[in-house]
């Protein structure tokens, strides 16, 4: 079965970047969408944005000036880049399998979630 | 952006009871064309990742008790716990996934009476 496993920084510091990484194992890249959601404290699950194993992505449109995905297909695992970060970027960062329907996608399975903090 | 919204935000049922958590749209998520609602329903418990309970509004994943059961079409949408357990103590989330981007409820917490 296909598991998910969040990898990074604990801490990033205000205007730096945040990057993350995704090692997917159980299920190749290809075919899903691959996503990464997250959920500040106290707060609801917010979508970042997925990538398809060819390399195209879809961001959020609240995000998407500062987000940057990649998908490496030979180590199976896909990261998360977040530019200029302030603290309202502190939060649980899941990745997750993305399944396409229509225009979007819905999400199986998560991954354990890492948290990240935003602090100098 | 569909806007999701729940009610109640918490929910407090007697063990064995039956829960009922709701979610509208801001505009229908359903499709006339295939006769498919594109909704999926999350279990988000502490220290956990959220799981995938339901999609296309009715259909159990695989490994879901069927004690949970999903239902509704167009903007209104309900998620049934037909005898509720401890281990369903958790925060349920709704999801649709009509129209980019993928918009989530902000949840209904769920509790022991």
């Known amino acids: 079965q296909v598991q998910l496993q969040e990898s990074g920084p604990g801490v990033v510091k205000p205007s730096e970047t945040l990057s993350l990484t995704c090692s997917v194992s159980?299920?190749?890249?290809?075919?899903?969408?691959w996503s990464w959601i997250r959920q500040p404290p106290g707060k609801g699950l917010e979508w970042i944005g997925y990538i398809y194993y060819s390399g195209s992505a879809s961001y959020s449109p609240s995000l998407k000036s500062r987000v940057t995905m990649s998908v490496d297909t030979s180590k199976n695992h896909f990261s998360l880049e977040l530019k200029s970060v302030t603290a309202a970027d502190t939060a649980v960062y899941y990745c997750?399998?993305?399944?396409?329907?229509?225009?979007?996608?819905?999400?199986?399975?998560w991954g354990q979630g890492t948290q990240v903090t935003v602090s100098s | 952006d569909i806007v999701m919204t729940q009610s109640p935000d918490s929910l407090a049922v007697s063990l064995g009871e039956r829960a009922t958590l709701n979610c509208k749209s801001s505009?229908?998520?359903?499709?006339?064309?295939?006769?498919?609602?594109?909704l999926a329903w999350y279990q988000h418990k502490p220290g956990q990742p959220p799981k995938l309970l339901i999609y296309w509004a009715s259909t159990r994943e695989s490994g879901v008790p069927d004690r949970f059961s999903g239902s509704g079409s167009g903007t209104d949408f309900t998620l049934t716990i037909s005898s509720l357990q401890a281990e369903d103590v958790a925060v349920y989330y709704c999801q649709q996934y009509y129209s980019s981007p993928p918009t989530f409820g902000q949840g209904t917490k769920v509790e022991i009476k």
């Open positions: 159980g299920d190749p890249l290809s075919t899903y969408y």
């Open positions: 997750a399998r993305g399944i396409a329907a229509n225009a979007t996608v819905w999400f199986a399975p």
């Open positions: 505009q229908s998520v359903s499709s006339s064309s295939n006769n498919k609602t594109f």
